[in-house]
Structure formats: structure tokens, C-alpha cells
């Protein structure tokens, strides 16, 4: 059975920074494209940043430069890098591959930022 699992959430106020974390259980990511999503309050889950297989790198419009994705594919785990984190962040942060695989979505990670 393959469960993602994230961590590093948390408190910060604008301006800060996170390092989010995703550990893949039960599978490999080589070769596995792998991205961050992200569920603001009240609004559906979004793209935040891809990585492929060949560590390519693509975010959304949104990151404006903020945010870098990487991936260890000896330790299955994809993190997300966050600075500059502003109020608008605030949300919980999900890794899957991409496209999403609906029975890879763990429970998340909450950032909250505060202004």
C-alpha cells in the first residue's frame, strides 16, 4: 500500500519560511513525475510546483520565484522549499504524483502564515 506522508507545517508570519516535506511510503519516485498542491480555505485543490522525473523544474504562476521543489530519489521524499511566505499561503499542502493519483492523497500539511 503506498501512503504519502507530509510534515513541516506550521505557524510562521509573513515574510517566513517552511520547508515541507513528502515521504513516500510502499513506492519508489524514480521516474515518478511528483508535485506539491495546495487547499486554501474554502477553494479547491491547486497545483504549487511540479518536479519530473529528470528533475525539471515548473511552478505555478503564484510562487512568483518563492518556492523551490526538489526530490531524493534514494529516500523517496519530495520537499518544498517556502520563503517570502505572505498571508495567501495559508493552506494545506499535499504531495502526489502528477497527474494526482486519488488514493495517494495523505492528510496534508497545514502552513499557516500570519500577517
Known amino acids: 500500500q503506498v501512503q504519502l506522508v507530509e510534515s513541516g507545517g506550521g505557524l510562521v508570519p509573513a515574510g517566513g519560511s517552511l520547508r515541507l516535506s513528502c515521504k513516500v511510503q510502499g513506492a519508489s519516485i524514480s521516474g515518478i513525475h511528483m508535485a506539491w498542491y495546495r487547499q486554501r480555505p474554502g477553494a479547491e485543490r491547486e497545483w504549487v510546483a511540479r518536479?519530473?522525473?529528470?528533475?525539471?523544474?515548473y511552478y505555478a504562476d503564484f510562487v512568483e520565484g518563492r518556492f523551490t521543489i526538489s526530490r531524493d530519489n534514494a529516500k523517496d521524499t519530495v520537499d518544498l522549499q517556502m520563503t517570502s511566505l505572505k498571508d495567501n499561503d495559508s493552506a494545506v499542502y499535499y504531495c502526489?504524483?502528477?497527474?494526482?493519483?486519488?488514493?495517494?492523497w495523505g492528510q496534508g500539511t497545514q502552513v499557516s502564515v500570519s500577517s
Open positions: 518536479i519530473s522525473s529528470g528533475r525539471n523544474t
Open positions: 502526489n504524483k502528477l497527474p494526482p493519483r486519488k488514493s495517494y
